[in-house]
């Protein structure tokens, strides 16, 4: 989604503004995005929600599913519109994003120059005639304030649940145009381990209000149906596919 990500000051963008528009081609190509526990019981509702592996930084990260192939997103038709009520909020962050500074825990507004959203002529300034901050540079330092702190909840999340040994390899294959896909390489918390908990670590679960996301996550893993319906649509009209556990 990113390409060239540079911080955001006064002398660089003086003369740059950003377009509101309501297309996301930009976002047709991506069949994942990360979103935080805070979203799951929204995108609950419309994507599958399963977890990645970051092996680079020994963890793991919570995604939803827009397509069933790396390069599609079933989400975006093709006049960029979205086919959905909710978006992930990385995906309407866009082109802005948080740059952690080496060595220290500040943070710096980053915006994507390669953006179209990024403009000379038309939108909103990003700073005033005297070089200060607009409100668009206020409201997105606070968006982004809010998702960071939402981020490091995430984050420890997912180390609970991989200190508990709650996380198991997703393995499903879906019928598509008269084919069986697997979908693989993504990882779904462990329903019948998360059951057998003892009564003691079940109250530390709730205790963390992490109940909720668990619940939303295993029950997103429905809409997964939903992928492949999307998907037969834009072949052609077809029975509602099947999912089979393998």
């Given at each position: ?9 006064k ?7 950003i ?8 976002a ?6 990360y979103?935080?526990v805070?979203?799951?019981?929204r ?11 970051d ?9 939803v599913?827009?397509?069933?192939e ?9 006049a960029?519109?979205?086919l959905?009520?909710y978006?992930p ?6 082109p802005f ?7 220290d825990?500040s ?17 909103s300034?990003l700073?005033?005639?005297k070089?200060e901050?607009?409100?668009v540079?206020?409201?997105v330092?606070?968006y982004?304030a809010?998702?960071?702190?939402m981020?490091?909840?995430?984050r420890?999340f997912?180390?609970f649940l991989?200190?508990?040994?709650m996380l198991?390899p ?16 993504c990882?779904v918390i462990?329903e019948?381990?998360?059951n ?6 079940f ?9 909720p ?7 997103s ?24 556990a393998?």
């Amino acid at each position: 989604m990113f390409q060239n990500v540079v911080p955001v000051n006064k002398d660089r963008h003086a003369g740059k503004k950003i377009r509101q528009t309501a297309d996301f081609s930009f976002a047709s190509q991506f069949h994942i995005a990360y979103v935080t526990v805070h979203e799951f019981a929204r995108v609950a509702a419309i994507y599958p929600v399963v977890f990645t592996e970051d092996k680079e930084r020994d963890q793991f990260r919570p995604v939803v599913l827009m397509g069933l192939e790396a390069g599609e997103n079933l989400f975006v038709d093709k006049a960029g519109k979205w086919l959905a009520s909710y978006i992930p909020a990385i995906i309407r962050r866009y082109p802005f994003a948080l740059t952690q500074v080496a060595d220290d825990d500040s943070f710096l507004v980053c915006v994507d120059e390669d953006s179209d959203l990024l403009s000379d002529t038309e939108g909103s300034p990003l700073f005033d005639e005297k070089g200060e901050p607009t409100q668009v540079i206020e409201n997105v330092k606070r968006y982004l304030a809010e998702l960071q702190q939402m981020d490091i909840m995430t984050r420890d999340f997912c180390k609970f649940l991989t200190e508990h040994n709650m996380l198991t390899p997703l393995n499903m294959r879906v019928r598509h145009d008269g084919m069986v896909k697997s979908i693989s390489g993504c990882y779904v918390i462990n329903e019948e381990r998360f059951n057998n908990f003892s009564d003691e670590l079940f109250l530390e679960i709730r205790n963390k209000r992490y109940l909720p996301a668990i619940y939303a996550q295993l029950i997103s893993l429905a809409q997964i149906e939903r992928l492949v319906m999307l998907k037969d649509d834009q072949v052609e009209p077809t029975d509602h596919p099947d999912a089979i556990a393998a």
